[in-house]
């Protein structure tokens, strides 16, 4: 165990059977806006899901796991000799099978993105789809013609035509999965600098705007710093860049990524998460350890930590993942279409942080990478949310500490005995701290009102003097800029008052 978990446990001993306490200070400081979570739509290698039911559970404010995010592969391989420029629901790539889950996705609110494992070997300095390392490849690297930088938008644009075209229209395409991954399945290497210049000379073929599309960086291995810090640091590719993305293969949230997210956040790009696994110990069949589920709720508080505004599951069926596959033989409780506890756990963060704006929370233990106890705090309206997650065999008493009084309270909690049972958090008038308990090896969402009569609050109402239709003012009466960020309090045309907080 770490340093600060011994002295914890020590203190824990020292009480007797009284609790510790454990104090989570927040701030009104804020941090990024989380645009949400999803998960790729395959339960193999780049195999499409078929049943549109398991978008049904995951998808959706009615679902049990609300995910808003899916994953699909651009494909780049050919079906036949056909016309590229015939669009409809037959097309020359591989991109059917993924259309009716995509659809179902779309028709429950899902952000769409596309992400191309190769461009098609045509393109390709190795003439096929694969990353050429295999012997019956020629162990030759599969990298993308400077001749065909131009093709390669364009062929994006094909699929963009045809997702529409299918009522599954596609809001995000990325520009590489894993440009830094030599793979004898389908891949394609790039360096930093072959994205830029690739950026810089042909992606402004990219129908962005007819599209209503977005374009990510590479999505590197590891959220390699190099890729993204390249292409944001090179204005003529930066302007096209909106989002970058990239994966935590071998290198936790904390690291890689949080380094990553700095130069992202400050141009306004976005920093998505888009693939990593969390698989449960190979040597041991079966479904995840209770323990296995903690660590993957502490890798997406760690991503929101590291400024990520999107978390992106790889498969969304298998036994480490949300939906079972039904191959019970070696993992009892891996029955087909059923929702798995992994799915209750991403839910905490899917169902309550999904936009929420995170904010600055500082605890008496110090959160770090696997540590025994991580928090994170958000605010979505009228609503503060904190994150807790404990990975010890002890309970403790958890005083919050919050910027803003509170008025009523619920506690969200998992643990290994129960997936998701909500409580009533006990206040008796409004407050600003707030003591509440966290079980051993528990995962905790606690949901606050926030109290906007408090007279001490930036929550309280202030007289508008002298409005104007569409004018915007400070909370003092003050004309200002519709882009003004913080508490803004807005007069329409139709006489209307409506506070807003940016």
Known sequence: MKKQILSLLFLAVSLGTQAATITVTVDSTRQQTVTGFGAAACWGAMRPIDDVNVIKLLYGEDSPVGLNIVRMEISPNLKGDINVSDIGWDTPYDWRGYVPVIREAKRRGAIVYGCPWSPPGVYKTNGISGGGNSEDQGYKRGELRTDCYDK????????????????????????????????????????????????????????????????????????????????????????????????????????????????????????????????NDRQRDGLPTWHEELLFAEELNESMLAGANAYVYWYMMAHWAFVGTGEAKHMPGNEYGKLLRRAYVMSHFSKHVTGSTRLNAKASVQVTTGSAFQTSAYIKGDSLIVMAIDTTKNAFDLKLNLPYKVKSGQHLLSTDEAQCQWQDIAIAEPTQQVIVRLPARSLNTYVFQIDRGDESAVWHPQTVTTPQPTTCYDLQGRSVTASRRGIVVQRHADGTVKKVLR
């Open 152 to 279: 390669f938008f364009d062929w994006l644009n094909t699929y963009l035509v045809y997702m529409r075209t299918n009522n599954a229209a596609v809001d995000v395409v990325s520009l590489q999965n894993e440009p830094d991954w030599w793979v004898n399945y389908s891949g394609c290497l790039y360096t930093p600098q072959q994205l830029v210049d690739l950026v810089k000379q042909s992606a402004s073929r990219l129908k962005k705007s007819a599209y209503k599309v977005r374009l990510m960086s590479g999505e590197s291995l590891c959220f390699n710093p190099s890729y993204s810090d390249a292409l944001l640091g090179d204005p003529d590719a930066a302007k096209y860049i909106d989002m970058i993305g990239g994966h935590l293969y071998g290198n936790p949230p904390l690291n890689y990524m949080a380094k990553s997210a700095v130069k992202a956040r400050e141009m306004g790009k976005e920093v998505w998460m888009t693939e990593h696994s969390f698989e």
